[in-house]
């Protein structure tokens, strides 16, 4: 390989919670710098994920944790330029990416949703991820649908 390969990301465990995944779940919610902000934020979801759940037995980081996996989208479909058309390849992710497709895509379906502030956005799109309903579950199997139906190309993988 010509090419160094590069270092991995040291996130440094966020003070509530003391989870490296919780800091690096804020650094893609945050916009414009305002890493304080966004700790309000996720935090503020994480006491409405425990108002919102009355018999679950779980944390709301568990529950967080829990929802996160069930978005994370296990293959995608990249485009290849083949004899002037282009057609798309289903690829394997890797453990990292999935986790990073995962909350950019909680955070992404989260911001879209109609209620007033963004931590309730948040934690009702948590509390669908968790329960395996809602935009991101939605998302995460129409990227599936889009893979299975290139399945015949995957022969062509990069």
Known sequence: MRQRRKKEKVYMPDPLFNDPLVTRFVNNLMKNGKKNVAYRIFYGAMERIDIIKKEEEKSSL????????????????????????????????????????????????????????????????IWDAYNEQGETIKRKENIHKMAEANKAFSHFRF
């Open 62 to 125: 568990d529950i967080w944790k829990h929802g996160l996996k069930n978005v994370m989208p296990h293959v995608e479909v990249k485009s290849r330029r083949m004899g002037g058309s282009n057609i798309q390849i289903p690829v394997p992710i890797s453990s990292k990416n999935k986790v990073t497709k995962a909350m950019k895509l909680l955070i992404k379906c989260a911001s879209l949703r109609k209620e007033n502030t963004m931590e309730k956005k948040l934690a009702l799109e």
